[in-house]
């Protein structure tokens, strides 16, 4: 079970810090993905980890703004986010990257002015 926290109302230019609890190993889970879904369109992949937390990747319109990381200890993965735009209003969930059916309810984040 993925259990996703830290959404919420935030002002264009803020920041804020997705947090997903797993109820068992991420580390036995694999690679790990944040993803979300805006009103009226499809879900993108917003950013992904490996198993180590080695090596991630990002969408292009996040790069340089939102920061995953896994803490494979804690069985958490965080999505530090800034500078956020409008168009980053979605509901963000937290995923197994290679199993799509194994991801959170997700958090709601909305920016605006």
């Known amino acids: 079970q993925l259990v996703e926290s830290g959404g919420g109302l935030v002002q264009p230019g803020g920041s804020l810090k997705l947090s997903c609890q797993a109820s068992g190993s991420i580390y036995n889970m694999g690679a790990m993905a944040w993803y979300r879904q805006a009103l009226g369109k499809e879900r993108e992949l917003v950013a992904l980890?490996?198993?180590?937390?080695?090596?991630?990747t990002y969408a292009d319109s996040v790069k340089g703004r939102f920061t995953i990381s896994r803490d494979n200890a804690k069985n958490t993965v965080d999505l530090q986010m800034a500078d956020l735009k409008f168009e980053d209003t979605a509901v963000y969930y937290c995923?197994?990257?290679?199993?799509?059916?194994?991801r959170g309810q997700g958090t709601q984040v909305t920016v605006s002015s």
């Open positions: 995923q197994v990257a290679t199993k799509p059916s194994i």
């Open positions: 980890i490996t198993t180590s937390g080695k090596q991630s």
